[in-house]
Protein backbone atom coordinates (compact mmCIF):
# COMPACT_ATOMS: atom_id res chain seq x y z
CA UNK A 1 0.00 0.00 0.00
CA UNK A 2 2.48 2.42 1.03
CA UNK A 3 4.79 1.83 -1.85
CA UNK A 4 1.54 2.03 -4.51
CA UNK A 5 0.62 5.49 -2.87
CA UNK A 6 4.66 6.59 -3.01
CA UNK A 7 4.88 5.79 -6.45
CA UNK A 8 2.11 7.95 -7.50
CA UNK A 9 2.76 11.02 -5.48
CA UNK A 10 6.14 10.98 -7.15
CA UNK A 11 4.49 10.70 -10.57
CA UNK A 12 2.11 13.19 -9.13
CA UNK A 13 5.45 15.44 -8.17
CA UNK A 14 6.28 14.85 -11.60
CA UNK A 15 3.44 15.93 -13.66
CA UNK A 16 2.98 19.05 -11.37
CA UNK A 17 6.98 19.74 -12.57
CA UNK A 18 6.24 19.77 -16.04
CA UNK A 19 3.27 21.76 -15.86
CA UNK A 20 4.93 24.38 -14.24
CA UNK A 21 7.67 24.01 -16.58
CA UNK A 22 5.37 24.25 -19.80
CA UNK A 23 3.59 27.18 -18.91
CA UNK A 24 6.89 29.05 -18.04
CA UNK A 25 8.16 28.71 -21.14
CA UNK A 26 4.50 29.44 -22.81
CA UNK A 27 4.33 32.47 -20.64
CA UNK A 28 8.25 33.52 -21.03
CA UNK A 29 7.49 33.60 -25.08
CA UNK A 30 4.36 35.16 -25.50
CA UNK A 31 4.91 38.84 -27.02
CA UNK A 32 5.33 41.75 -24.52
CA UNK A 33 6.78 42.77 -21.43
CA UNK A 34 5.60 41.84 -17.92
CA UNK A 35 6.35 45.22 -16.54
CA UNK A 36 4.85 47.00 -19.38
CA UNK A 37 2.56 49.50 -19.15
CA UNK A 38 0.53 52.48 -20.33
CA UNK A 39 2.99 55.09 -18.54
CA UNK A 40 5.93 55.85 -20.00
CA UNK A 41 8.90 54.56 -17.54
CA UNK A 42 12.42 55.43 -18.23
CA UNK A 43 14.47 53.01 -18.83
CA UNK A 44 17.20 52.75 -15.89
CA UNK A 45 13.89 52.77 -13.45
CA UNK A 46 12.49 49.78 -15.82
CA UNK A 47 16.27 48.18 -15.54
CA UNK A 48 16.03 48.71 -11.93
CA UNK A 49 12.63 47.17 -11.57
CA UNK A 50 13.52 43.97 -13.38
CA UNK A 51 16.80 43.74 -11.13
CA UNK A 52 14.58 43.96 -8.25
CA UNK A 53 11.84 41.25 -9.32
CA UNK A 54 14.87 38.92 -10.74
CA UNK A 55 13.57 39.50 -14.06
CA UNK A 56 16.65 40.23 -15.58
CA UNK A 57 18.17 36.82 -14.80
CA UNK A 58 18.64 33.80 -17.05
CA UNK A 59 15.20 31.60 -17.29
CA UNK A 60 16.52 28.60 -15.38
CA UNK A 61 16.71 30.60 -12.80
CA UNK A 62 13.82 32.29 -12.66
CA UNK A 63 12.08 28.72 -13.01
CA UNK A 64 14.12 27.50 -10.18
CA UNK A 65 12.80 30.48 -8.07
CA UNK A 66 9.44 29.88 -9.49
CA UNK A 67 9.54 26.17 -8.59
CA UNK A 68 11.38 26.72 -5.23
CA UNK A 69 8.21 29.58 -4.06
CA UNK A 70 5.34 27.09 -5.41
CA UNK A 71 7.03 24.14 -3.52
CA UNK A 72 7.41 26.19 -0.03
CA UNK A 73 4.31 28.35 -0.97
CA UNK A 74 6.13 31.56 -0.72
CA UNK A 75 3.63 32.83 -3.37
CA UNK A 76 4.89 36.16 -5.27
CA UNK A 77 2.56 39.58 -5.33
CA UNK A 78 1.25 39.85 -8.35
CA UNK A 79 2.71 42.69 -10.80
CA UNK A 80 -0.24 43.77 -12.27
CA UNK A 81 -1.95 43.92 -9.32
CA UNK A 82 0.51 45.22 -6.91
CA UNK A 83 -0.23 44.36 -3.01
CA UNK A 84 -1.93 41.25 -3.93
CA UNK A 85 -0.76 37.60 -3.90
CA UNK A 86 -1.83 34.89 -6.18
CA UNK A 87 -2.63 32.69 -2.79
CA UNK A 88 -4.95 34.96 -2.13
CA UNK A 89 -7.19 34.77 -5.78
CA UNK A 90 -7.05 31.26 -5.14
CA UNK A 91 -8.28 31.35 -1.57
CA UNK A 92 -10.88 33.75 -2.75
CA UNK A 93 -12.11 32.32 -5.95
CA UNK A 94 -11.33 28.05 -5.31
CA UNK A 95 -15.01 27.91 -2.84
CA UNK A 96 -16.95 29.51 -5.85
CA UNK A 97 -16.00 27.32 -8.45
CA UNK A 98 -15.87 23.84 -5.83
CA UNK A 99 -19.79 24.58 -4.68
CA UNK A 100 -20.29 25.30 -8.19
CA UNK A 101 -17.98 22.13 -9.44
CA UNK A 102 -19.42 19.51 -6.37
CA UNK A 103 -22.96 20.45 -6.59
CA UNK A 104 -22.91 19.81 -10.97
CA UNK A 105 -20.63 16.75 -9.91
CA UNK A 106 -23.22 15.40 -7.55
CA UNK A 107 -26.42 16.14 -10.14
CA UNK A 108 -24.40 13.79 -13.27
CA UNK A 109 -24.05 10.93 -10.50
CA UNK A 110 -27.67 10.73 -9.62
CA UNK A 111 -28.99 11.44 -13.00
CA UNK A 112 -26.43 9.74 -15.12
CA UNK A 113 -25.99 6.47 -13.44
CA UNK A 114 -29.52 5.57 -13.34
CA UNK A 115 -29.95 5.90 -16.70
CA UNK A 116 -27.10 4.40 -17.80
CA UNK A 117 -28.40 1.17 -15.58
CA UNK A 118 -31.78 1.03 -16.95
CA UNK A 119 -30.58 1.17 -20.33
CA UNK A 120 -28.00 -1.86 -19.54
CA UNK A 121 -30.48 -3.77 -17.67
CA UNK A 122 -32.86 -3.48 -20.94
CA UNK A 123 -31.23 -3.11 -24.11
CA UNK A 124 -32.44 -2.73 -27.12
CA UNK A 125 -35.52 -1.45 -25.51
CA UNK A 126 -37.55 2.15 -25.52
CA UNK A 127 -35.98 2.99 -22.53
CA UNK A 128 -32.20 2.08 -23.57
CA UNK A 129 -32.51 3.80 -27.11
CA UNK A 130 -34.58 7.00 -25.80
CA UNK A 131 -31.61 7.35 -22.44
CA UNK A 132 -28.57 6.96 -25.16
CA UNK A 133 -30.65 9.73 -27.85
CA UNK A 134 -30.92 11.70 -24.46
CA UNK A 135 -26.77 11.10 -23.39
CA UNK A 136 -25.75 11.90 -26.95
CA UNK A 137 -27.55 15.20 -27.58
CA UNK A 138 -26.27 16.47 -23.94
CA UNK A 139 -22.55 15.76 -24.91
CA UNK A 140 -23.14 17.04 -28.02
CA UNK A 141 -24.44 20.61 -26.34
CA UNK A 142 -21.74 22.96 -25.02
CA UNK A 143 -22.38 24.50 -22.00
CA UNK A 144 -22.14 27.79 -24.01
CA UNK A 145 -25.38 26.60 -25.18
CA UNK A 146 -27.36 24.65 -22.67
CA UNK A 147 -26.30 27.72 -19.92
CA UNK A 148 -27.90 31.01 -21.65
CA UNK A 149 -31.23 28.69 -22.19
CA UNK A 150 -31.37 27.69 -18.28
CA UNK A 151 -30.59 30.95 -17.77
CA UNK A 152 -33.34 32.57 -20.12
CA UNK A 153 -36.01 30.18 -18.67
CA UNK A 154 -35.31 30.03 -15.22
CA UNK A 155 -33.14 33.39 -14.79
CA UNK A 156 -35.29 35.82 -16.91
CA UNK A 157 -38.61 34.42 -17.81
CA UNK A 158 -39.50 32.40 -14.72
CA UNK A 159 -37.49 34.56 -12.18
CA UNK A 160 -36.68 31.45 -9.92
CA UNK A 161 -32.80 32.39 -10.02
CA UNK A 162 -30.51 35.19 -10.41
CA UNK A 163 -29.32 34.70 -14.30
CA UNK A 164 -25.46 35.84 -13.45
CA UNK A 165 -23.65 37.16 -10.72
CA UNK A 166 -22.31 35.79 -7.38
CA UNK A 167 -25.14 37.57 -4.88
CA UNK A 168 -27.66 35.50 -3.60
CA UNK A 169 -27.36 31.84 -1.82
CA UNK A 170 -28.86 30.08 -4.56
CA UNK A 171 -26.71 31.15 -7.20
CA UNK A 172 -24.71 27.90 -7.64
CA UNK A 173 -28.09 26.04 -8.81
CA UNK A 174 -28.23 27.26 -12.30
CA UNK A 175 -24.16 27.19 -13.44
CA UNK A 176 -24.68 23.45 -11.75
CA UNK A 177 -27.50 22.17 -13.49
CA UNK A 178 -25.37 23.24 -16.66
CA UNK A 179 -23.03 21.17 -15.57
CA UNK A 180 -24.54 18.17 -14.53
CA UNK A 181 -26.90 17.98 -17.12
CA UNK A 182 -23.55 18.01 -19.91
CA UNK A 183 -21.74 15.33 -17.63
CA UNK A 184 -24.51 13.25 -16.67
CA UNK A 185 -24.34 12.25 -20.28
CA UNK A 186 -20.98 11.23 -20.34
CA UNK A 187 -21.78 9.16 -16.95
CA UNK A 188 -25.21 7.32 -18.50
CA UNK A 189 -23.28 6.51 -21.47
CA UNK A 190 -19.68 4.88 -19.47
CA UNK A 191 -22.32 2.76 -17.01
CA UNK A 192 -24.49 1.67 -19.89
CA UNK A 193 -21.09 0.58 -21.29
CA UNK A 194 -19.75 -0.90 -18.57
CA UNK A 195 -22.69 -2.77 -17.20
CA UNK A 196 -23.64 -4.30 -19.67
CA UNK A 197 -19.89 -5.47 -20.58
CA UNK A 198 -19.40 -6.63 -17.27
CA UNK A 199 -23.27 -8.43 -17.08
CA UNK A 200 -21.94 -10.94 -20.26
CA UNK A 201 -18.37 -11.91 -18.37
CA UNK A 202 -18.59 -15.27 -17.13
CA UNK A 203 -18.54 -15.04 -13.65
CA UNK A 204 -21.80 -12.90 -13.50
CA UNK A 205 -23.41 -16.14 -15.53
CA UNK A 206 -21.82 -18.41 -12.91
CA UNK A 207 -23.25 -16.51 -9.98
CA UNK A 208 -26.75 -16.78 -11.84
CA UNK A 209 -26.26 -20.36 -12.42
CA UNK A 210 -26.29 -20.79 -9.14
CA UNK A 211 -29.32 -19.36 -7.92
CA UNK A 212 -28.58 -16.03 -6.99
CA UNK A 213 -30.54 -13.11 -7.65
CA UNK A 214 -31.05 -10.38 -10.42
CA UNK A 215 -30.80 -7.70 -8.06
CA UNK A 216 -27.64 -9.95 -6.04
CA UNK A 217 -25.96 -10.47 -9.50
CA UNK A 218 -26.48 -6.55 -10.58
CA UNK A 219 -25.83 -4.85 -7.08
CA UNK A 220 -23.60 -7.44 -5.30
CA UNK A 221 -20.90 -8.86 -8.59
CA UNK A 222 -21.50 -6.83 -11.67
CA UNK A 223 -21.77 -3.06 -10.39
CA UNK A 224 -18.35 -3.07 -8.87
CA UNK A 225 -16.67 -3.77 -11.88
CA UNK A 226 -19.15 -1.65 -14.36
CA UNK A 227 -18.18 1.68 -11.99
CA UNK A 228 -14.50 1.57 -13.09
CA UNK A 229 -14.96 3.10 -16.18
CA UNK A 230 -16.69 5.74 -14.45
CA UNK A 231 -14.36 5.81 -12.07
CA UNK A 232 -11.41 6.55 -14.34
CA UNK A 233 -13.98 9.43 -15.87
CA UNK A 234 -14.48 11.32 -12.58
CA UNK A 235 -10.67 11.77 -11.47
CA UNK A 236 -9.80 14.75 -14.06
CA UNK A 237 -13.83 15.38 -14.11
CA UNK A 238 -14.08 16.10 -10.74
CA UNK A 239 -10.93 18.63 -10.66
CA UNK A 240 -12.22 20.02 -13.83
CA UNK A 241 -15.45 21.18 -11.88
CA UNK A 242 -13.83 21.97 -8.85
CA UNK A 243 -11.50 24.40 -10.49
CA UNK A 244 -13.79 26.25 -12.46
CA UNK A 245 -15.46 25.71 -15.86
CA UNK A 246 -14.36 28.30 -17.94
CA UNK A 247 -17.26 28.89 -20.14
CA UNK A 248 -19.96 28.27 -17.77
CA UNK A 249 -18.14 30.77 -15.60
CA UNK A 250 -18.35 33.55 -18.19
CA UNK A 251 -21.73 32.40 -19.06
CA UNK A 252 -22.80 33.00 -15.24
CA UNK A 253 -19.97 35.67 -14.77
CA UNK A 254 -19.35 33.96 -11.64
CA UNK A 255 -16.01 35.37 -9.51
CA UNK A 256 -14.25 31.55 -9.74
CA UNK A 257 -11.05 30.32 -10.71
CA UNK A 258 -12.07 29.86 -14.70
CA UNK A 259 -12.55 33.27 -14.97
CA UNK A 260 -9.23 34.47 -13.10
CA UNK A 261 -7.66 32.15 -15.25
CA UNK A 262 -9.03 33.74 -18.65
CA UNK A 263 -8.30 36.94 -16.72
CA UNK A 264 -4.95 36.51 -15.98
CA UNK A 265 -3.95 34.84 -19.55
CA UNK A 266 -5.55 38.07 -21.16
CA UNK A 267 -3.81 40.21 -19.10
CA UNK A 268 -0.46 39.18 -19.25
CA UNK A 269 -0.79 38.33 -15.39
CA UNK A 270 2.23 36.02 -15.63
CA UNK A 271 2.24 34.84 -11.68
CA UNK A 272 -1.41 34.13 -11.60
CA UNK A 273 -1.46 32.11 -14.70
CA UNK A 274 1.26 29.74 -13.72
CA UNK A 275 -0.36 29.48 -10.04
CA UNK A 276 -3.86 28.68 -11.67
CA UNK A 277 -2.04 25.89 -14.08
CA UNK A 278 -0.25 24.23 -11.12
CA UNK A 279 -3.17 24.69 -9.06
CA UNK A 280 -5.16 22.57 -11.76
CA UNK A 281 -2.87 20.00 -11.97
CA UNK A 282 -2.56 19.38 -8.01
CA UNK A 283 -6.19 18.75 -7.81
CA UNK A 284 -6.48 16.18 -11.49
CA UNK A 285 -3.36 14.54 -9.62
CA UNK A 286 -4.83 14.42 -6.00
CA UNK A 287 -8.38 12.64 -7.71
CA UNK A 288 -6.43 10.76 -9.87
CA UNK A 289 -4.64 9.03 -6.80
CA UNK A 290 -8.14 8.94 -4.87
CA UNK A 291 -9.57 7.12 -8.23
CA UNK A 292 -6.33 4.63 -8.32
CA UNK A 293 -7.03 3.81 -4.84
CA UNK A 294 -10.32 3.24 -5.05
CA UNK A 295 -10.09 0.98 -8.28
CA UNK A 296 -7.54 -1.19 -6.63
CA UNK A 297 -9.94 -1.51 -3.87
CA UNK A 298 -12.86 -2.57 -6.40
CA UNK A 299 -10.66 -4.37 -9.10
CA UNK A 300 -9.06 -7.84 -7.50
CA UNK A 301 -6.84 -7.37 -10.22
CA UNK A 302 -5.06 -4.35 -9.04
CA UNK A 303 -2.98 -4.73 -6.45
CA UNK A 304 -2.34 -2.26 -4.19
CA UNK A 305 1.27 -3.80 -3.83
CA UNK A 306 2.61 -2.19 -7.55
Not at 169 to 184: H, Q
Not at 228 to 244: D, R
Request: hydrophobic letters at 50%; one cysteine or more; proline letters at 6%.
Amino acid sequence: MLRFLLSRVIQGIAVIFSVLCITFIMVKLKPGDPLESERHVQEHILKQRKALLGLDKPWPVQLGRHIANFATFDFPPMLKLPGRGVDEVIIQAFPVSAQVGLAALAIALTIGIPVGALAALRPHSLEDRASMIMATFGVCTPSLVLGPLIALVFGLKLRWFNASGWFDADDWVLPAVTLGIIYSAYIARLTRGGLRETLAQEFIRTARAKGASESAVVFRHAFKLACLPVLNFLGPTAAGLMTGSIVTENVFQLPGLGQHFVAAAQNGNDELTMATAAFYALMIVTFNLLVDVVQALLNPRISLRE
